[in-house]
């Protein structure tokens, strides 16, 4: 108790630090435009908070993000689990996987504004930055597989869907949870990006552009801190699932 | 009456098997005795079909089911006992006769009382307990015990061997014995071949009768 009250004072320092080193250099900077202080930027965050579209936005945005992140980790995990198993059906989709993580976001961004309308463009980019992660991490996991528990499996005639679920599954979920945690983080990410090319009604990309257009850059900085929130917010609560879900078992 | 004709077994340029012939008997436990790497564990492997024969064929497997005491445990670290036990029972009982199967099983190895715990929490000598409960519970008609007291002391050992002796009267079955060690081999068949060289030999096939000094002296002079 006394140690983790002492941890999180010693976070609190350090946060202060950098707030303080921020300070600082917008003071020697002195231009709001290129670095406002973090005074303007908090005050601006609470004029943010004060208002109901702000919510509204931040509603939209997280459902975007959330809606890209399940559906690749649903696709993710399922297509990485046989092509896990089966070596011709991982040679098969591999060049696909390299070729979708390679290829710059910006591109992805402007292939899908011309495909689908301006509301499943941010979700359409998450979903295909993040898939291949879980993907990826999923096929990893799922060789990680000890052959010794698979020959027991073959000797005892064991379904080969209840292998799967018994003894693939809980073998890769370790990758599975550590893939699904750095694809949340960059899904947050990438859905701000599209949204601020695609210009949704309600998107937090949306006013990232308006406060770059008129120049309101407490506004940009007020933004950030909320997406930065919310994904701190979104991978602790995902973290917190997965521990609940370990105690469980 | 289960066989090994006229087999052949290549692992790349290594010929482990040649024209090899060897036959186990019905509700016997037949030991194959020899040097660790010889290839008694491969015999084992192509009887329960884990191991694909180049050449010749296994007679008298047609639809029996195997069970096996592989050297380490092999339990799923994820689950409870009593979940390992119900894993690879699922498919051949129903659930009522499962959970009564299971309880009298873990009854004969003394973990009753664990049957909730995770793999991670026994010791060794549990979770080989365990794997032994399970090869006996699932209602295999041949088992194959692959070194399954290997590195346990003579405490534990001797308890294991009393373990299975009981086990076995109970539910007799064709069992395949793998070990290196004089004693157990002695103990616990009914008939020993001692194997060696490679491609690998049978050098002598010793029925285990009252003579336990002369068959200690023969198995030690190999």
């Not at chain 1, 946060?15 to 250099?25: C, D, K, M, P, S």
């Not at chain 1, 990680?144 to 073959?154: A, G, H, Y």
């Not at chain 2, 077994?9 to 030991?31: A, G, Q, Y």
Request: positive net charge; aromatic residues 12%; proline residues 3%.
């Amino acid at each position: 108790m006394m140690n983790s009250i002492m941890r999180n004072k010693g976070k609190l320092l350090i946060i202060l630090f950098w707030i303080l080193a921020w300070e600082i250099g917008s003071l020697i900077i002195d231009q709001e435009i290129y670095l406002p202080s973090p005074h303007a930027a908090f005050s601006a965050l609470i004029n943010l908070l004060t208002s109901k579209e702000t919510y509204i936005t931040i509603f939209y945005s997280t459902y975007r993000t959330l809606a890209g992140f399940f559906l690749s980790c649903l696709l993710g995990i399922m297509l990485g689990i046989v092509c896990g198993i089966r070596k011709p059906l991982y040679d098969l989709f591999n060049p696909l996987i390299i070729i979708m993580r390679t290829v710059p976001v910006m591109s992805i961004i402007i292939i899908a504004i011309m495909w689908f309308k301006d509301n499943n463009v941010p979700i359409f980019v998450a979903f295909l930055m993040c898939f291949p992660i879980i993907w990826t991490n999923t096929v990893t996991g799922i060789r990680s597989t000890d052959v010794k528990l698979l020959e027991m499996c073959q000797v005892y005639k064991i379904k080969k869907l209840r292998v799967i679920k018994s003894v693939y599954l809980y073998s890769s979920l370790p990758y599975i949870q550590a893939g699904m945690i750095s694809a949340l983080g960059i899904g947050w990410k990438v859905t701000s990006a599209a949204e601020v090319l695609s210009l949704p009604k309600y998107s937090i990309g949306r006013f990232l552009y308006d406060s770059k257009v008129y120049l309101e850059i407490p506004d940009l900085f007020a933004w950030t801190i909320i997406i930065i929130s919310l994904s701190f917010l979104f991978e602790g609560l995902l973290k917190f699932i997965f521990r609940s879900g370990d105690q469980h078992d | 009456m289960i066989k090994l004709v006229h087999a052949g077994k290549k692992f790349d340029d290594l010929v482990l098997l040649k024209d090899f012939n060897i036959s186990f008997e019905k509700n016997k436990i037949t030991c194959l005795f020899g040097p660790s790497g010889v290839g008694k564990t491969t015999i084992a492997n192509i009887v329960a079909g884990i191991v694909p024969l180049d050449e010749g064929l296994v007679e008298g497997v047609d639809n029996s089911l195997f069970s096996y005491v592989f050297q380490e445990p092999r339990l799923l670290k994820w689950y409870s006992v009593y979940e390992n036990m119900d894993f690879v029972l699922k498919d051949v009982y129903k659930d009522e006769k499962r959970v009564k199967i299971i309880d009298t099983y873990l009854e004969m190895v003394e973990l009753s009382q664990y049957k909730n715990y995770k793999i991670d929490a026994l010791s060794g000598g549990m979770a080989q307990r365990v794997s032994l409960a399970r090869a006996f519970a699932y209602p295999s008609h041949i088992l194959i015990m692959d070194e399954p007291f290997k590195g346990f002391d003579f405490k534990l050992k001797n308890e294991m061997i009393s373990l299975f002796k009981r086990m076995w009267e109970k539910s007799q079955r064709t069992v395949i014995f793998i070990t290196h060690d004089v004693e157990e081999a002695i103990d616990l068949s009914h008939m020993i071949y001692t194997l060696k060289n490679r491609p690998l030999e049978i050098i002598d096939i010793i029925i285990v009768n009252n003579n336990r000094e002369e068959i200690k002296n023969k198995l030690l002079s190999l």
